[in-house]
Nanobody
Framework: QVQLVESGGGLVQAGGSLRLSCAATLRIFSSYTMGWYRQAPGKQRELVAT???????NYAYSVKGRFTISRDGAKNTVYLQMNSLKPEDTAVYYC?????????WGQGTQVTVSS
């Protein structure tokens, strides 16, 4: 059974940093595009960052230069390093694993940035 387990969320002051982790029980982790999405209260879920099986990264404009996505194939884990956090980054952050045939989601981890 596929599981994506996020960790690393929490409460941080504006300007601070957090690192999110997503451990994936995927049979062939390397074949998946991994991504982070977020959903703030009353808003739709939005893309934050993705990293392809080949290592190509894509970021939302709002996080470029502040967030970095990376993956570790040996640990089947994807990370999101978040620096210079802003109150508008407050949301539940979800891990996603995607191929043309499969699409999996984690349960989410709360990130709260206080002003």
């Amino acid at each position: 059974q596929v599981q994506l387990v996020e960790s690393g969320g929490g409460l941080v002051q504006a300007g601070g940093s957090l690192r999110l982790s997503c451990a994936a029980t995927l049979r062939i982790f390397s074949s998946y595009t991994m991504g982070w999405y977020r959903q703030a209260p009353g808003k739709q879920r939005e893309l934050v960052a993705t990293i392809s099986s080949g290592g190509m990264r894509n970021y939302a404009y709002s996080v470029k230069g502040r967030f970095t996505i990376s993956r570790d194939g040996a640990k089947n884990t994807v990370y999101l390093q978040m620096n210079s956090l802003k109150p508008e980054d407050t949301a539940v952050y979800y891990c996603n694993a995607n191929t043309q045939r499969n699409d999996y989601w984690g349960q989410g981890t709360q990130v709260t940035v206080s002003s």
